[in-house]
């Protein structure tokens, strides 16, 4: 790996050099003559594939939404976090952090709760002043995700102001609510920022925005009633009739053709 400083840095391939930026410096590689791929290292290009592809979901639902800017390992520390959870475990996105720096416990004790039905409930507690703060600001982001068909079907946001008057402003409660219609599986983020008079803190110690919920789609229960069995026909005893026979003084009579 070699790194470039050249006055006009770039980034992509030229020729069988490969110019790419890591950790804020230009880096420069070579592209390999031959690549020798094992079933093993082909399952793992492929695992690695479909985590990028969710992050890239996610990231896209989320990120348009947020005010704070996230760190810049963002990528690959959501595809990490999708790979540590299982490729098709939806719910392991549950308490990623935007913010490598700073998580939404640095704020809250006892923690927000999401509900099904789009609330999400914030219980009173005592919010921590930084920095002379005089407003926190906090915003819940619900996005619905396809993964099936990596399709984003709607999002939804709502934000909350609370005055902070004093170092430990107490809050009474409170909830807020998002409705996001549709198909997919639902993520909904949390962030949180405060604010001096005219403008935020820009302290990536002072901000935080976690994904705090993820409700996977209920599929629609089919309602089938149930076909009734045949019933058993009963038919009436056949009645056997019995045909008098001539006689002939208490004799039977043979009748001859």
């Known amino acids: 790996m070699a790194i470039l400083e050249s006055l006009i840095p770039f980034t992509g391939r030229l020729g069988n050099i490969i110019a790419y930026k890591r950790n804020g410096k230009h880096c420069l590689r070579t592209v390999p003559e031959t690549v020798r791929q094992t079933a093993n ?11 990028s592809r969710k992050g890239a979901l996610v990231r896209n639902a989320i990120r348009p939404h947020l005010d704070i800017f996230p760190d810049r390992m963002l990528v690959n520390r959501l595809n990490s976090y999708i790979l540590d959870a299982g490729r ?27 509900t099904k039905d789009g609330r999400l409930h914030i219980p009173p507690q005592c919010f921590q002043r930084f920095k002379k703060a005089v407003r926190m600001e906090i915003k819940v982001i619900a996005s619905r995700i396809d993964f099936s ?16 008057n004093e170092r430990f402003q107490d809050f009474e409660g409170g909830d807020m609510w998002v409705n996001v219609p549709g198909k997919g599986t639902l993520v909904v983020a949390l962030q949180v920022k405060q604010f001096f008079e005219d403008f935020d ?44 026979v001539p006689t002939q003084h208490a004799q039977l009579i043979t009748q001859r053709e």
């Open 149 to 164: 068909t990596r399709t984003i079907t709607g999002t939804d946001t709502a934000v909350l102001s609370i005055d902070l």
């Open 41 to 51: 290292t082909r399952r793992a290009a492929k695992t690695f594939g479909a985590a």
């Open 88 to 114: 098709n475990n939806h719910a392991g996105l549950k308490g990623f952090r935007f913010n490598g720096y700073t998580g939404l416990s640095k704020y809250f004790g006892p923690p927000p709760v999401f």
């Open 201 to 244: 803190i820009r302290d990536r110690k002072c901000e935080a925005a976690d994904i705090i919920a993820v409700v996977e789609d209920q599929p629609k229960k089919v309602v089938t009633t149930p076909s009734n069995p045949h019933k058993h026909l009963s038919y009436p005893p056949r009645t056997i009739v019995h045909m008098p």
